[in-house]
Antibody, heavy 122, light 107 residues
């Protein structure tokens, strides 16, 4: 059974940093790209960043480019999202999700974690 | 970024009825469109990928069609568990983008 478990969310002050982690199990982690998506009531679902299975290729939405860094540790089946220069607009539930197709980077997402809430507020 | 516009925003139907949800893209996405279902307190569930392919375990009452800029998700006969929010998502251009969702509610 595929499981994705996020951690690391919480309350952070504007301008602060946070590191999210996602522990994966139940599939061949190395073979699949992983993605971070966030959701807010106002802006809906937003695809933020993807990392290829090998970790060689990374992709970022303009809204987070230069501020967020995605990484993965294939020896520990984990993916991370390092977030810096956080602002109120970054307040959201953050999900890690598994790429649907093996060896593709960004097509669709077939398994999602339960999400971790990030609140940016003073 | 490609903008996906879903309509209607809310659809009120009864169990057993047929549901037709629309997703329109601001430019052609070919057949690179997926549909997700999200129930309250749950994460999105992949239903359809590449416009018309059902994901693993998805009942046959769910079907997708369309290409280019206009897409449709059809639920042939609504079951009580189908009332949820539905999102479309394109993968034609980076970044992948989602529509704003259609809420399917019980009439």
């Amino acid at each position: 059974e595929v499981q994705l478990l996020e951690s690391g969310g919480g309350l952070v002050q504007p301008g602060g940093s946070l590191r999210l982690s996602c522990a994966a199990s139940g599939f061949t982690f190395l073979g699949y790209a992983m993605t971070w998506v966030r959701q807010t009531p106002g802006k809906g679902l937003e695809w933020l960043s993807t990392i290829s299975g090998s970790g060689r290729d990374t992709y970022y939405a303009d809204s987070v480019k230069g501020r967020f860094t995605i990484s993965r540790d294939n020896s520990k089946n984990t993916v991370h999202l390092q977030m810096t220069s956080l602002g109120a607009d970054d307040t959201a539930v953050y999900y890690c999700a598994k790429e649907h197709l093996r060896y593709f980077d960004w097509t669709a997402l077939d398994y999602w974690g339960q999400g971790t809430l990030v609140t940016v507020s003073s | 970024d490609i903008v996906l516009t879903q309509s209607p925003a809310t659809l009120s139907l009864s169990p057993g009825e047929r549901a037709t949800l629309s997703c329109r893209a601001s430019q052609s996405v070919g057949s690179f469109l997926a549909w997700y279902q999200q129930k309250p307190g749950q994460t999105p569930r992949l239903l359809i990928y590449d416009a018309s392919n059902r994901a693993t375990g998805i009942p046959a009452r769910f079907s997708g069609s369309g290409s280019g800029t206009d897409f449709t998700l059809t639920i042939s006969s609504l079951e009580p568990e189908d009332f949820a929010v539905y999102y479309c998502q394109q993968r034609s251009n980076w970044p992948p983008t989602f529509g704003q969702g259609t809420r399917l509610e019980i009439k």
